[in-house]
């Protein structure tokens, strides 16, 4: 953690697997080095193996060819010394191929060449006085060919020997030598790659931590972002939740929409036929208003002619009237008549009274003239109280045709007044057409507004319907949302570090 | 129709007959002349009534007292005309041309006597009469012969006549 302090962590993750890396490699190349070190020291054994071999096999083939040859000059039969020729013939044959082995492995390393060089004169020399020896033996010259073997193959063949020796120890100690190098080589390679991986194992272990943290800071992080992740996922589930209500609601509210526009539609297709059968009704009140302004014309007129009948009447009701009171100033006469009679019969009874007997009939007859004065007064009464009677209805009359000549002014005003009113109606009558008119125009766009309008909530229909198609998907896509971050959230519990 | 104008005739008849019996017994029974002092109907023996006749010019004379209301020529000679409402402290009503004069005449003095109207004459039994209560209010009971059934008043005409107060106007 503190390492990494003011670096990025990428960089510091790469410079902490760089620095790993980098050891390796090193640990590698080491490794590399010392063993190919440890190769080419292992041919070189290898090498001086092989040459100690193939110089112990020319030292035994000398050995064998000295062998082979004191054989041939002690053997007497011609036979056996052909057998002894023949053995060293392949012998000889054998022993260059092993000097041919022994220079080409000899070959690099100049000191040993030359001495292995003047070996191999002397070889060369040996075999040389051995062929003249095997042809002294063929001539029977066995003596001198002996002689030979002892004064001069003898000494040679002893320094030979020696010789051969000599480079087997001097190789023997080249070898003993390279083994030393490589103990110690491989000593140090151990050392080395030791440390080294000491360091590796450090590193790690340090880089483990920085990453440990790293992880768990991750981690941490993680869990707080798959937390909120959680909680948005389930606030997103919520919102669309609602918003999914909304949307169900949303296409209801459309559906009820369109049915309402159905229903708008057809109110409205009433209102038309309504206000077409308005427009008709208001053209017959208009007709009916025509009408009535005639009506109240005439109307008028008939007043005005009720009017003059009135006054007719009025006219003839104060002639009765004149005449009633003639007649009435007749019985006044016709009573003054009759009381005067009454009081006639009265002087005339008591004039009879006065007259005692002989006026006693005259007193039937004053009587007689009273009874009828009496009758007359009753009848002029009676007449009086049918003047009185048709006076009064004279006068009930009189008042009648004054009452009716008003009611007839009257009745002309409010036919004047109506005439005006319908005047007006028809006016307004006609205002009201227009507007009928108006209305029916207005409803019958109305009701082209409404089939665009109709379409049009059908499209809002078909797009809510989509919404709530969507609205489910995301919905869908939410709770997937929530399941995995509950799913993240249990796997990092898992992972917890 | 003849039924009836018989009937009316033997009601004629009948009544003829019972004056025929009244006059058996003329102290009993007297002809009075029926006048309206209205609302009371009044009566006057007809032997001190001389003729009724309608009101008509009549003159009013200044300095007489209030129940005389006037002077009247009657065929030439001059009456005076009471009013028997005032003289009797009656309730007044006024004189017009319909009221009808009753002319009363005693020995030698006549005057006339306003009424509301003449009903006519009639004969009334005294006997049927009944006396004046004991107090009487404005007229004396000296002035009332008495009062028959149906309620008209007999006026006493010889206290009238002799009644001072008419006596002394009279000069």
């Known amino acids: 953690m503190k390492l990494s302090f003011g670096m990025k962590k990428k960089t510091a993750l790469i410079i902490a697997f760089g620095t790993i890396v980098f050891l390796v490699i090193i640990i590698q190349l080491i490794s590399f080095l010392g063993i190919s070190g440890l190769r080419q020291s292992e041919e070189k054994l290898n090498g001086a193996f092989q040459t100690n071999q193939k110089l112990v096999e020319l030292r035994s083939g000398q050995n064998r060819l000295r062998v082979l040859m004191l054989e041939m000059i002690l053997s007497k039969g011609a036979h056996e010394k052909g057998t002894a020729q023949r053995d060293i013939r392949q012998r000889v044959e054998s022993m260059d191929s092993t000097i041919n082995a022994i220079e080409l492995l000899l070959a690099g390393s100049p000191g040993k060449v030359e001495k292995f060089s003047e070996i191999k004169k002397m070889i060369k020399i040996y075999n040389e006085n051995r062929d003249n020896q095997i042809l002294l033996i063929n001539q029977g010259k066995d003596e001198e060919a002996r002689a030979i073997t002892f004064d001069v193959q003898a000494p040679l063949y002893e320094k030979i020997r020696d010789q051969i020796i000599d480079l087997g120890t001097v190789l023997q100690r080249e070898t003993n030598q390279i083994i030393d190098q490589n103990a110690s080589l491989s000593r140090n390679i151990f050392f080395l790659v030791i440390l080294l991986s000491l360091l590796i194992i450090g590193a790690s272990i340090l880089f483990m931590i920085v990453i440990f943290k790293i992880l768990r800071k991750i981690s941490k992080e993680l869990v707080s972002v798959v937390n909120i992740i959680g909680t948005s996922a389930a606030e997103i589930l919520t919102t669309v939740n609602e918003v999914s209500t909304g949307a169900t609601e949303t296409a209801t509210a459309v559906s009820e929409t369109t049915t309402t526009m159905e229903e708008i539609r057809q109110t409205s297709l009433v209102a038309t036929q309504r206000a077409q059968s308005v427009l008709e009704s208001s053209q017959r009140a208009s007709e009916a208003a025509d009408n009535g302004k005639e009506s109240v014309q005439q109307t008028i007129e008939g007043m005005t002619r009720i009017n003059q009948q009135m006054n007719m009447i009025a006219e003839s009701v104060v002639k009765l009237s004149e005449q009633n009171r003639s007649i009435g100033e007749i019985t006044i006469l016709s009573n003054d008549i009759a009381d005067q009679s009454n009081l006639l019969a009265v002087n005339a009874a008591i004039e009879a009274a006065k007259a005692g007997e002989q006026g006693r009939g005259f007193a039937v007859v004053a009587q007689e003239i009273r009874s009828l004065a009496e009758q007359s007064k009753q009848a002029t009464a009676q007449v009086k109280e049918i003047l009185s009677e048709i006076q009064k209805a004279v006068n009930l009359a009189v008042i009648a045709t004054e009452q009716g000549s008003k009611a007839v002014e009257q009745g002309n005003k409010l036919a004047t007044k109506s005439g005006e009113m319908i005047e007006i109606l028809a006016e307004s009558v006609n205002d009201a057409v227009q507007s009928v008119i108006q209305i029916s125009t207005s409803g019958q766009q109305q009701m082209a507004g409404m089939d665009q309008i109709v379409p049009a909530m059908e499209n809002i229909k078909q797009a809510s319907e989509q919404n709530v198609i969507g609205t489910r998907q995301t919905q869908k896509a939410a709770q997937s949302l929530n399941d995995l971050g509950r799913d993240l959230k249990k796997i990092i519990e898992m992972y917890n570090v | ?171």
């Not at chain 2, 007489?64 to 020529?73: A, D, E, L, W």
């Not at chain 2, 209560?133 to 002035?143: E, I, Q």
């Open chain 2, 1 to 171: 129709m003849d039924l009836e104008d018989q009937e009316i005739l033997q009601k004629r008849a009948r009544m003829i007959r019972g004056r025929k019996k009244e006059k058996a017994s003329p102290v009993e029974s007297l002809l009075a002349v029926e006048f309206m002092l209205i609302p009371e109907k009044y009566a006057f023996d007809s032997i001190y009534v001389s003729e009724v006749m309608m009101l008509h010019n009549l003159t009013t004379i200044p300095g007489t007292p209030s129940f005389i209301v006037g002077i009247m020529n009657v065929r030439g000679s001059i009456i005076s005309v009471i009013d028997l409402k005032i003289f009797f402290n009656l309730p007044m009503k006024g004189i017009s041309s319909f009221n009808k004069l009753l002319i009363v005449k005693h020995q030698q003095m006549e005057f006339g006597i306003i009424t509301d109207e003449i009903v006519g004459t009639r004969q009334i039994d005294i006997h049927t009469l009944s006396a004046p209560p004991g107090t009487l209010r404005g007229v004396g009971a000296d002035f009332i012969q008495g009062i028959t059934p149906d309620g008209t008043i007999l006026l006493n005409a010889s206290n009238i006549f002799s009644d001072n107060s008419l006596i002394i106007n009279q000069k």
